[in-house]
């Protein structure tokens, strides 16, 4: 009996491991209620899990990121925040793709200071270790941009194992 016991707290907090990191990035769009108009930020905060799910289209989050600077400000802050959303794994469903999409779409993130930061991936996708490094060192200096896309940075820094996706 407690060895089933142990088996499930296990898995419990592999899963956990894997979901809800939507509420991290939701957390710090919420913390920056004194920028903007009153409840700008909270209303942001709030779709924040939407655009990472994976239903979501690849340049949801990277047109919400743009939101999130042009509703509250270029204040440090915010461009923290938004960049974390920027660099925010998508989920995706593993029962119907094998990898993960990225935005396709040179446009967005349309504010300079978010672009050239790359996305973290699934750590089961294979390349994972190089794209979560990039994204992890892009959040400190981003790559150049150059015009390109997050598909197009990704690639260019050594990560190929997804599908480009156009803005919708």
């Known amino acids: 009996m407690q060895t089933k016991t142990l088996i499930l707290a296990a898995l419990a907090a592999v899963a956990h491991?894997?979901?809800g990191q939507e509420g991290l990035v939701q957390a710090a769009v919420q913390?920056?209620?004194d920028f903007g108009t009153?409840?700008?930020a909270g209303t942001l905060a709030g779709q924040t899990p939407g655009v990472l799910l994976a239903g979501a289209n690849a340049c949801a989050k990277l047109?919400?990121?743009?939101d999130i600077v042009t509703q509250l400000g270029d204040d440090a802050a915010v461009l923290a925040a938004a960049a974390q959303l920027v660099a925010a794994e998508k989920n995706f469903n593993p029962s119907a793709q094998s990898i993960p999409t990225l935005c396709s779409?040179?446009?967005l993130p349309a504010t300079e200071a978010l672009r050239g930061i790359v996305p973290?991936?699934?750590p089961a996708v294979v390349g994972a270790d190089v794209q979560n490094a990039n994204s992890?060192?892009?959040l400190k200096a981003a790559f150049a941009a150059n015009g390109d896309s997050v598909a197009d940075v990704s690639t260019a820094q050594g990560f190929s194992n997804f599908t480009a996706q156009a803005n919708a």
């Open 17 to 19: 491991a894997r979901f």
């Open 31 to 33: 913390a920056l209620s």
């Open 38 to 40: 009153p409840g700008a």
């Open 63 to 66: 047109s919400l990121a743009d």
């Open 105 to 107: 779409d040179a446009s």
């Open 120 to 122: 973290l991936v699934d």
């Open 136 to 138: 992890a060192a892009s």
